[in-house]
């Protein structure tokens, strides 16, 4: 491929996570905002974090094929990922510590859950090996999806890593079984002990939720390299493109916005690929900026930003209110 970075990816993060704050700024937290339900548009908002799984799918494949070792891999992740999070997470606490005197978010509060978000992860997981229950979460509920995406790393990685020439196949064959699995699997209603066991193993390895939005990603990055290599694709992976939008649309066939939410995500890819003239106005310094600096913007901006949100309008609100009947 003719470049180590796709800027217009920038964009795309940007988009995603432009989505995400309208979410948690507007919709997530009604009972704190000072404007409470006024502006609540953007339920949809918070599928920007499944449109970060499909960049994420496009990017892991492309990183793969640069990345000599799995050890190699796992520590160019380690350094893109964790001091982000080191510093978000000892943001997070020592300001809710000095700040948050009415306890608006409690798990902020807590010294062993930034221990438990530098792990990436999942609390549930953390406690269940642990002798003695402890209740551990997150520093910040957003950092619920670094425990997908590092599912998702080490499925892709460990399938690359043993068997590269047949990655492809292996890869979108496994992740279709999965997905098949755990779709039959939430439609058994037996109350057998092995049925919840593995119903419980599913909602801690969440990584299949998601899977669908990664693979799609990642055919569209084999698409990608193709299209600039002149080379056609194969029918499998038009196949296994097919199959995970398809399932989508068939597991969410009720929710018309969100299959419109999902549709578009495809489609900014696809133009991307194809067309990207198409969409060279995304592709803005503006943009750009916001893009490079998503993830760490993604740590932070939930629980400080509401809270912010919280006092500083609660503050102006009533500064105003003052001011008119002085």
């Given amino acids: 491929m003719q470049s180590s970075r796709i800027d217009v990816l920038d964009s795309f993060r940007a988009i995603a996570i432009l989505m995400v704050i309208c979410f948690h700024f507007f919709t997530r937290w009604t009972s704190l905002y000072p404007y409470g339900t006024s502006y609540d548009f953007f339920g949809y908002g918070k599928y920007g974090v499944h449109f970060f799984f499909m960049i994420s799918g496009f990017v892991i494949?492309?990183?793969l094929e640069k990345t000599a070792t799995f050890k190699q891999f796992w520590k160019n992740r380690f350094i893109r990922l964790f001091p982000s999070m080191f510093f978000a997470s000892v943001l997070t606490y020592f300001f809710f510590t000095v700040f948050d005197t009415d306890f608006l978010f409690p798990t902020s509060h807590y010294f062993k859950n930034i221990l438990v978000s530098l792990t990436f992860i999942q609390p549930d997981l953390i406690s269940s090996l642990t002798h003695y229950r402890f209740e551990l979460d997150y520093i910040s509920g957003c950092y619920w999806s670094l425990w997908?995406?590092?599912?998702?790393?080490?499925?892709?990685?460990?399938?690359?890593?043993?068997?590269?020439?047949?990655?492809?196949?292996?890869?979108?064959?496994?992740?279709?079984i999965l997905v098949i699995a755990s779709f039959l699997l939430s439609h058994m209603y037996s109350n057998s002990f092995l049925i919840a066991k593995l119903k419980a193993l599913r909602s801690i390895f969440n990584l299949i939720n998601a899977l669908p939005f990664f693979c799609l990603g990642s055919v569209f990055f084999i698409f990608y390299k193709n299209n600039v290599s002149q080379l056609k694709n194969p029918f499998f992976l038009k196949a296994s493109f097919v199959f995970f939008l398809g399932f989508l649309f068939f597991n969410n066939y009720k929710d018309v916005i969100l299959l419109g939410v999902i549709l578009l995500f495809v489609l900014l890819f696809f133009l991307?690929?194809?067309?990207?003239?198409?969409?060279?106005f995304l592709n803005n310094k503006f943009l750009n900026a916001i893009g490079v600096s998503s993830y760490f913007l993604y740590l932070i901006h939930e629980n400080l930003g509401v809270f912010l949100i919280h006092k500083n309008l609660l503050v102006l609100e009533r500064f105003i209110f003052y001011n008119q009947f002085a």
Avoid: D, H, N, W
């Fill in 272 to 280: 991307m690929v194809y067309y990207p003239k198409s969409i060279s």
């Fill in 148 to 176: 997908v995406e590092i599912q998702f790393y080490f499925l892709a990685a460990t399938v690359y890593y043993i068997s590269s020439k047949r990655f492809y196949t292996c890869f979108f064959l496994i992740a279709g």
């Fill in 61 to 63: 494949f492309f990183t």
